[in-house]
């Protein structure tokens, strides 16, 4: 049986971890867990009904600055309450031109990304997530 910090996600049967593959780096489940609190609706999470940020809630709400500004500090104050061994570094909104322009379609070229660059603490250990945010 393998030793790791805890399981993978999506879930991912392993027999050389055991019954799952397990993240093995404090970088890896750290990132997972950002992850996790970015994408997780409030409410969704049983016993804790204020955890997660619910980026896919924005779906369909028209982008504009004060827009992006809200679910910046939705990030910052759920990163604060929840994973106190992150520090938000920067938080960008970047259209799909931009980010990558030699996307494949029209459709990936006008989705909106979110970049979250963090560190994570006491290791000083600097990380940028991006997940797209309007598709």
């Known amino acids: 049986m393998g030793v790791g910090i805890g399981p993978k996600l999506p879930l991912v049967y392993d027999s050389t971890d055991g019954?799952?593959?397990?993240?093995?780096?404090?970088?890896?489940?750290?990132?997972?867990n950002f992850k996790n609190?970015?994408?997780t609706n409030?409410?969704?999470?049983m016993m804790d009904p204020d955890f997660g940020v619910?980026?896919?809630?924005?779906?369909?709400?028209n982008a504009h600055p004060?827009?992006?500004e809200?679910?910046?500090?939705?990030?910052?104050?759920?990163?604060?309450k929840y994973m106190n061994a992150i520090e938000i570094v920067d938080i960008r909104f970047?259209?799909?031109?931009?980010?990558a322009p030699d996307m494949q379609t029209s459709a990936d070229a006008h989705s909106l990304y979110i970049q979250v660059a963090?560190?994570?603490l006491p290791r000083e250990i600097v990380n940028v997530l991006t997940l797209p945010l309007f598709t």
Do not use: H, N
């Not at 619910?54 to 709400?61: I, N």
């Not at 809200?70 to 604060?80: C, G, P």
């Not at 970047?94 to 980010?99: K, L, R, S, V, Y």
């Open 66 to 68: 004060s827009l992006y």
């Open 94 to 99: 970047t259209d799909g031109a931009e980010w």
């Open 118 to 120: 963090f560190k994570i």
């Open 19 to 32: 019954p799952y593959l397990l993240t093995k780096t404090l970088k890896g489940e750290m990132v997972q």
């Open 42 to 45: 409030p409410g969704e999470k």
């Open 37 to 39: 609190l970015l994408l």
């Open 70 to 80: 809200d679910i910046a500090e939705k990030i910052r104050s759920q990163t604060d």
């Open 54 to 61: 619910g980026l896919q809630s924005y779906l369909f709400e």
